[in-house]
């Protein structure tokens, strides 16, 4: 089984945060970044810290909706190493039968 290298994903997923010339948009982070933070900050500090009820539910709905999203990464990422074997398969069945 071949494994997934994390480090490699997460560098390329902000590299897409730049553009042709491979500059970092602003915007991409303003957006992504200092947009969300500040809002987390704003609320914490107007509503105060989240009751233990509110948070189980948010944590309980990440964590399904983690699993389902790995579920399916794994589902195409088997797919797709069924397809390259069939692929390789074909192209050395061919190779044999030229010979």
């Known amino acids: 089984m071949n494994k997934i290298n994390v480090l490699g ?3 390329k997923h902000y590299k897409t945060m730049s553009d042709q010339r491979g500059t970092m948009l602003m915007s991409d982070i303003t957006v992504h970044f200092i947009v969300p933070l ?5 609320l914490c500090w107007t509503y105060g810290i989240m ?6 539910v948010f ?3 990440g964590a399904i909706t983690t699993a389902l ?3 399916a990464v794994i589902m195409i990422y088997e797919q797709k190493q069924k397809t390259i074997t069939k692929i390789s398969d074909i192209i050395e069945g ?4 030229d010979k």
């Open 59 to 61: 944590v309980n709905f």
């Open 9 to 11: 994903v997460i560098i």
């Open 69 to 71: 999203l790995m579920s």
């Open 51 to 56: 009751k233990p009820a509110i948070a189980s």
């Open 94 to 97: 061919n190779k044999s039968r």
């Open 38 to 42: 500040s809002l987390s900050f704003v």
